[in-house]
């Protein structure tokens, strides 16, 4: 139990056009979902957490105009990078929260290279 | 000073030994305790939660908590190879938003 997916698992696209990541809890409904972004040889970054329904919370620095995210169910979040540049090129990572367990699960990831 | 702290290492040990990974936090409201294991280019995965004070085993995993020290630590027995990756510690936080708060993480290498 517990699976929690993302798509695509990577993705490259040219500088200025907006790419979409979506999360989905496979197996279980997810109250919470959280973004997070990871750089080479660095520790998780939380972006945002996402509950269904309602507007997404952004961590301080982390622009919400850039960094579109959905919680239109509680199976699936989207976020979407929106006129992406190289340096937004990093390994994005979905987690999910079941309604009583405390744990979070994560996606596989989605690594995106901004050319 | 970091709401979870953990030695970067790496922490190398023999195949077969006990690897003790240690992680500290700085919030005393923190009640629950996450230890995640991540691979090279891969995404964390859940390896032990846990919420009161003392042991919690799983298999070859022992993890260890002492709210009283603010310490948390996660023990693995007859390591193996495959045990080699990043392994991350995480607080949760006390409030609505079930933000988890993680440590930069702490590299093991286990030779064989």
């Known amino acids: 139990g517990a699976v929690v997916s993302q798509h695509p698992s990577w993705v490259i696209c040219k500088s200025g056009t907006s790419v979409k990541i979506e999360c989905r809890s496979l197996?279980?409904?997810?109250?919470?979902m959280f973004w997070y972004r990871q750089f080479p040889k660095q520790s998780l970054m939380l972006m945002a957490t996402?509950?269904?329904?309602?507007?997404?919370?952004?961590e301080q620095g982390v622009e919400k105009d850039k960094f579109l995210i959905n919680h239109a169910s509680l199976t699936l979040s989207t976020l979407t990078v929106t006129s992406a540049h190289p340096e937004d090129s990093s390994f994005y990572i979905c987690?999910?929260?079941?309604?009583?367990?405390?744990?979070?699960?994560f996606g596989p990831g989605t690594r995106l290279t901004v050319t | 000073q970091k709401e979870v702290e953990q030695n970067s290492g790496p922490l190398s040990v023999p195949e077969g030994a006990i690897a003790s990974l240690n992680c500290t936090y700085s919030d005393r409201g923190s009640q629950s305790f996450f230890w995640y294991r991540q691979y090279s280019g891969k995404s964390p995965e859940l390896i032990m939660s846990?919420?009161?004070?003392g042991d919690k085993e799983d298999g070859r995993f022992t993890a260890q908590l002492n709210k009283a020290s603010q310490y948390v630590s996660l023990l693995i027995r007859d390591s193996q190879p495959s045990d080699s990756a990043t392994y991350l510690c995480a607080a949760r936080r006390m409030d609505s938003s079930y933000k988890l708060i993680f440590g930069s993480g702490t590299r093991l290498l286990v030779r064989p």
């Open positions: 987690s999910a929260r079941d309604r009583g367990p405390y744990e979070q699960y």
């Open positions: 197996d279980f409904q997810a109250t919470t």
């Open positions: 996402s509950n269904e329904g309602s507007k997404a919370t952004y």
């Open positions: 846990i919420y009161s004070n």
